[in-house]
């Protein structure tokens, strides 16, 4: 898959704000800070579609980027430094939960871990909320530039045994520092959305 030309679309909290362009989702999830909307950046060629390293948590909104004309990357509020709110449908679990269950339009579920650190307790509870949804994803180890390359097959063991992650799951290395994994995220992508046509 090319990516010609990826435009910011629209920001939004609850479901009458998400775009009725029909178009199908690929969701980006992941703890805050792990590279999101650097991974959203390298895959369309844009070095400022998504802004990176905005202060973490002050961002719980869900910002859609528009990929051609044929489908939409969504860039969910990371999880981790989220501030706790008594109000749920404001909250973090609120935003993230209500698209992640009712997106009719959602084929794709990426969930970024970095490739560094043991998955935290948030990250268990993310993956078993994807499993609960039943539907296609993938998993990015990401910032893999910042390890040794004899170390990465070590790393994403242990990714693996903590998240649970069933062997035919894939997990992909990632870097945007390198723009390493590229092409294998965006072929997965493909795969997918090619599949559910
Ligand atoms: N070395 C390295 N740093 C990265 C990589 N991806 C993101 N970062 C850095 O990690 C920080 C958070 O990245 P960002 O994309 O804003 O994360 P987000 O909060 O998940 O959207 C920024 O300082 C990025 O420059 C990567 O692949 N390699
Ligand atoms: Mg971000």
Known sequence: MIITNAQFEITAVKPEQYPALGYPEVAFVGRSNVGKSSILNTLTNRRNLARVGAKPGMTKTINFFNIDEKLLFVDLPGYGYASVSKDKKSSWEGIVERYLFTRAELKLII???????????????????????????????????????????????????????????????FSAEKRQGKEDVLNYIESILYILQ
Do not use: C, F
């Open 111 to 173: 969930m970024l871990v970095d490739i560094r650190h043991v998955p935290t307790d948030n990250d268990k509870i993310m993956y078993q909320w994807i499993l609960s949804r039943g539907m296609p994803y993938l998993i990015i180890a990401s910032k893999a530039d910042k390890i040794s390359r004899g170390q990465i097959h070590k790393h994403i063991q242990i990714i693996r045994s903590e998240l649970g992650i069933a062997p035919e799951v894939k997990v992909i290395p």
